[in-house]
């Protein structure tokens, strides 16, 4: 496959794109997400084949991998609730005078062409394009051949709703090749692509950022933390991390590490380590906590770094909240982080200084999510600074430019 020309062919259509009304742009998302649904079973048969040849995945990746009719609708509610949300392009941002007249606005615009590079998540094909289209930008998704045969079937199905509201089916452009030197091209087609976006694990992203002559986007690497403060709810706290870890381990806003402040720690840790061993969670402690609960595992200093996406997690005893936080700030990925805390000003201090895009006072992180958020849906989750940082959603894959009205003025 000639990656160079589909990203040439995208980005002739992106202007198109860029210019299309709303009501067309909206017309495409529902009519996509209407034809999901529609093809429901055709879908759910491709993604058996893709989970019949996959062979050697984890058991979070087979989970990300594994469509069922209700993710499908799911990704269908997605399109939806985007094509709801206001057309952010051609919108004032802000707009002053100048002392000599000009009149200057500055209006939102799309950037052109997104590449989105993910692993065995199906459900990223339907969200990215629904977002880009409403962003008014050419999307190319180059998924992971753990999914070739739904990602196939999905932009099918999304290019013939697209071409059917009126716009070019280049819009939404498939990588239909898995080698990794089609990966690399993408990345390199830096003359037709303005952004690229990584979704999946540490190697990916990494391999992402430092292959890639496109600007890139870091998202998703996941080392998240829930602290439970000397003051917390005891049965809220063991509720928020039971959930947090177990309801789905294998995404990158589940937590993998418990923190617990050495004043509740006793009383705490037996009774929530036990309730994570019963759900099949092999628990790996620092030695305070293995003096608590002998059967634990011996944690190492590579386990406060890792991101398992399993059922698997890493537990400190710490002295206090300035300790929670060193530690966070030290071994985190800078994505979700949760204190759980009945002490206005320790909540207030883990607000303040924990360094992560998304930080939570008695909450699951697992809310980390552009759905949840009420985007309608999520490009990824962004853990850098520039330009955007969380669940990226419309504004984020736009940009701006100046719009400046005069009236003859010329510069002295």
């Not at 206001?86 to 707009?95: F, H, L, M, Q, R």
Request: with cysteine; aromatic share 6%.
């Amino acid at each position: 496959m000639d990656v160079k020309e589909l990203a040439k062919k995208t980005k002739s259509v992106s202007y198109i794109l860029a210019n299309a009304k709303a009501s067309v742009k909206n017309s495409a998302l529902l009519l996509m997400a209407d034809r999901l649904e529609e093809n429901v079973n055709e879908i759910l048969s491709a993604n058996r084949l893709d989970l019949d040849n996959a062979k050697n995945l984890s058991s979070a990746l087979t989970d990300r991998l594994t469509l069922n009719e209700k993710r499908i609708s799911a990704m269908a509610t997605s399109l939806r609730e985007v094509a709801r949300l206001e057309d952010p392009i051609g919108k004032t941002v802000s707009a002053w005078r100048r002392p000599n007249g000009l009149e200057i606005q500055k209006v939102r615009v799309s950037i052109g062409v997104i590449g989105i590079i993910y692993e065995a998540r199906p459900n990223v094909t339907a969200d990215a394009a629904g977002l880009c289209i409403k962003a008014g930008n050419g999307v190319i998704l180059k998924g992971g051949s753990e999914a070739i045969n739904s990602n196939r079937k999905i932009v099918e199905v999304l290019q013939s709703a697209a071409v059917d509201a009126g716009l070019p089916p280049e819009v939404i452009s498939f990588v239909d090749d898995t080698r990794r030197e089609a990966t690399l091209e993408l990345m390199h087609c830096d003359e037709y692509v303005d952004l690229l976006i990584p979704r999946g694990g540490a190697n990916l992203i990494q391999t992402v950022r430092r292959e890639s002559t496109v600007p890139v986007i870091e998202t998703g690497v996941g080392n998240c933390h829930v602290y439970v403060d000397d003051s917390a709810d005891l049965s809220m706290a063991e509720e928020i991390t039971f959930n947090a870890k177990v309801q789905r381990p294998g995404v990158c806003n589940a937590i993998e590490t418990l923190l617990v402040n050495e004043k509740v720690s006793r009383e705490f840790l037996p009774e929530m380590l036990e309730r994570l061993r019963s759900a099949e969670v092999e628990v790996r402690g620092c030695q305070k906590t293995r003096e608590i609960v002998p059967w634990v595992l011996p944690a190492t200093e590579e386990d406060w770094y890792t991101e398992y996406l399993d059922l698997i997690i890493a537990v400190k005893v710490v002295e206090d909240v300035d300790s929670a936080i060193a530690h966070i700030n030290k071994y985190g990925s800078h994505h979700s982080e949760s204190i759980v805390t009945r002490d206005y000003f320790n909540a207030r201090k883990f607000l303040n200084e924990v360094d992560a895009a998304c930080v939570y006072v008695n909450a699951s992180t697992r809310f980390t999510d552009g759905f949840e958020f009420g985007l309608g849906a999520e490009i990824g989750i962004s853990t850098q600074k520039l330009h955007a940082r969380g669940p990226m959603g419309l504004e984020e894959i736009t940009t701006t430019k100046y719009i400046i009205y005069g009236e003859g003025q010329i510069r002295g």
